[in-house]
């Protein structure tokens, strides 16, 4: 199934003209989430305690949240810092989510540490902070991205994945094997020419494409179109980025339309919001995945 998500769609209901809420939607059909107008948020560094020793997080915590909340562990990308994401963290915790951000983290972390970290961080959420088990969704981008997957796989735990252009790189794979028996729900989002770039870009040998051929059906692809593999964070054009600056695309709507799906699948899956693909601030190229497909070995 196909559909083409553009900003002249409109949303299900119509909000009275003039009123705050006609203001809100016609801010959420150019694709901006407007934090303020929900819940004020806490931010704060963590330190948690694990089997291989303490690692920091950055916890985002609604002001007024209750026990039971639902959580999202958010994987940034390799070495990127986590403030690239920070955007994505208060839009979870503006629509009340408890948001945990892995921290930087080095070339040396191999997938199945960046998963194991991933399962701690969702532990610690439950046990210290009371978020709902039922109700825990994890999401990363690049490395991070593939890692969520592995994660919600080979550990279990995760009520929701979204993978922001995963790159199957590296020793392990995801793609062969693991995201086959995946039975969360899983959002991909691609950049469309990412694979233009440095091989270390999202190669098209390892990117979001060959997740989507080997996942289950229901599986949701959102594709950016003419974005590159860093495009979606809050600062593409941060310096050392620009090896992987390829994307034609505007780097705002790009940013924008990757929050939006992101918060939107979360908000679906874990708090019975509506179906992502009605949501008119999504823009771009939507497949869901079918059974009996045809895939690539």
Same mark, same amino acid.
């Given at each position: 199934?196909?559909?083409?998500?553009?900003?002249?769609?409109?949303?299900?209901? %119509?909000?009275?003209?003039?009123?705050?809420?006609?203001?809100?939607?016609?801010?959420?059909?150019?694709?901006?989430?407007?934090?303020?107008?929900?819940?004020?948020?806490?931010? *704060?560094?963590?330190?948690?305690?694990?089997?291989?020793?303490? %690692?920091?997080?950055?916890?985002?915590?609604?002001?007024?949240?209750?026990?039971?909340?639902?959580?999202?562990?958010?994987?940034?990308?390799?070495?990127?810092?986590?403030? %690239? !994401?920070?955007?994505?963290?208060?839009?979870?915790?503006?629509?009340?989510?408890?948001?945990?951000?892995?921290?930087?983290?080095?070339?040396?972390?191999?997938?199945?540490?960046?998963?194991?970290?991933?399962?701690?961080?969702?532990?610690?959420?439950?046990?210290?902070?009371?978020?709902?088990?039922?109700?825990?969704?994890?999401?990363?981008?690049?490395?991070?991205?593939?890692?969520?997957?592995?994660?919600?796989?080979?550990?279990?735990?995760? *009520?929701?994945?979204?993978?922001?252009?995963?790159?199957?790189?590296?020793?392990?794979?995801?793609?062969?094997? #693991?995201?086959?028996?995946?039975?969360?729900?899983?959002?991909?989002?691609?950049?469309?020419?990412?694979?233009?770039?440095?091989?270390?870009?999202?190669?098209?040998?390892?990117? !979001?494409?060959?997740?989507?051929?080997?996942?289950?059906?229901?599986?949701?692809?959102?594709?950016?179109?003419?974005?590159?593999?860093? #495009?979606?964070?809050?600062?593409?054009?941060?310096?050392? !980025?620009?090896?992987?600056?390829?994307?034609?695309?505007?780097?705002?709507?790009?940013?924008?339309?990757?929050?939006?799906?992101?918060?939107?699948?979360?908000?679906?899956?874990?708090?019975?919001?509506?179906?992502?693909?009605?949501?008119?601030?999504?823009?771009?190229?939507?497949?869901?995945?079918?059974? %009996?497909?045809?895939?690539?070995?």
């Amino acid at each position: 199934m196909w559909l083409l998500m553009g900003p002249g769609v409109a949303s299900a209901t %119509q909000a009275a003209p003039g009123s705050l809420a006609a203001a809100v939607d016609s801010e959420s059909r150019r694709g901006l989430i407007l934090q303020p107008l929900r819940q004020a948020i806490e931010v *704060s560094d963590v330190e948690i305690d694990g089997p291989g020793g303490s %690692q920091t997080v950055t916890l985002y915590r609604p002001h007024a949240f209750q026990r039971h909340a639902p959580a999202i562990v958010f994987l940034p990308g390799l070495m990127a810092p986590v403030d %690239q !994401y920070d955007s994505y963290a208060r839009a979870l915790a503006a629509e009340g989510f408890l948001v945990a951000a892995h921290e930087w983290y080095s070339p040396l972390t191999s997938d199945i540490e960046l998963a194991r970290e991933a399962h701690i961080i969702a532990d610690w959420l439950v046990d210290t902070l009371r978020a709902d088990p039922a109700r825990i969704g994890i999401a990363g981008h690049s490395m991070g991205g593939k890692d969520a997957i592995l994660a919600a796989v080979a550990l279990g735990g995760f *009520s929701s994945v979204v993978a922001i252009d995963p790159d199957d790189a590296g020793e392990l794979s995801v793609v062969h094997g #693991q995201i086959a028996a995946l039975r969360a729900p899983l959002l991909l989002i691609g950049a469309e020419v990412a694979w233009k770039a440095a091989s270390i870009c999202a190669p098209m040998e390892t990117n !979001y494409l060959r997740f989507f051929e080997h996942a289950p059906a229901g599986t949701v692809e959102l594709t950016l179109r003419g974005a590159d593999h860093v #495009q979606m964070l809050d600062e593409p054009d941060r310096f050392g !980025y620009g090896i992987c600056r390829v994307g034609t695309a505007d780097s705002r709507q790009v940013h924008d339309t990757a929050l939006s799906a992101t918060v939107g699948f979360f908000v679906q899956h874990l708090k019975g919001g509506p179906v992502l693909t009605t949501l008119p601030e999504v823009r771009g190229v939507i497949r869901v995945a079918q059974a %009996q497909r045809f895939s690539r070995s």
